[in-house]
């Protein structure tokens, strides 16, 4: 019965923190943004102190601390758009999280944590500076990237990328520009492909693009990378 409120309480916490990057998009919504992650960061550390055989408090409790000790200057930081400073330190919340459950056994599945969230950072970062991809779906990556680990986070990448496609086709099929939308991703990849010289310079901000919810498609390919990675675990 434990196993599954802590099943319960993980998946409630996914769903608040997909949600709280969300709403933190708009400062409109920024305060119910903060209050979901608030909630997810509560439910997640509940469940996490319902595991049995629970003995690493030392570990727990440093990576924690260094959760803390980054966050908390991170929020005095007077960025212009305060959800995304907000989200920033939900960030590194949910990156300790996910480092305090990869020690539950002891404190060598933490490297391959921070090495995980290394390598989701360097495949969103580069997305993000082009424009393709939102900084709240770049964080909620290096989150998923330190708690499935190298080895599982590959898998994920990809199940990640077949979902957003998944999700831009439906958009734009409910919008009536499939084919405007294709047209604009072959010239966004010819622009990739020749370092800029060729192709059309589109971002999300371009007139006409075409957004999806990233976080969804995220959350999709954490759920496949941690129960069908062929490639192991990190």
């Known amino acids: 019965m434990r196993y599954e409120i802590i099943q319960v309480a993980y998946l409630i916490a996914t769903a608040l ?16 943004g903060v209050y979901a992650g608030v909630a997810a960061m509560t439910v997640a550390v509940l469940g996490t102190l319902l595991y049995p055989g629970l003995v ?12 803390v000790a980054v966050g908390v200057p991170l929020s005095w930081i007077p960025l212009t758009a305060v959800p995304q400073r ?23 599945p933490v490297l391959p944590g921070l090495a995980g969230a290394g390598i989701a950072l360097a495949f969103g970062l580069p997305l993000f500076a082009l424009r393709g991809l939102g900084g709240g779906d770049v964080k909620l990556l ?43 991703t072959g010239g966004l990849l010819r622009r990739w492909a020749t370092l800029g010289r060729a192709g059309e310079r589109r971002t999300l901000a371009s007139p006409g693009a075409i957004t999806v919810p990233y976080g969804v498609a995220i959350a999709v390919g954490a759920v496949v990378g941690w129960f069908l990675s062929p490639l192991g675990g990190g």
């Open 86 to 108: 907000t989200a920033l330190s939900h960030a590194f919340g949910g990156l300790a999280a996910a480092l305090a459950l990869r020690a539950l056994p002891g404190p060598d």
């Open 56 to 67: 690493n408090w030392k570990w727990m409790a440093v990576a924690a601390a260094l959760g």
């Open 142 to 184: 290096a989150a998923v990237g330190a708690f499935l680990g190298p080895g599982r986070l590959i898998t994920a990448l990809l199940a990640a990328g077949v979902a957003g496609g998944v999700l831009a086709v439906a958009v734009a099929l409910r919008r009536g520009v499939l084919l405007p939308a294709l047209l604009g």
């Open 17 to 32: 923190f997909i949600f709280a990057l969300h709403w933190m998009n708009h400062p409109a919504t920024a305060r119910k």
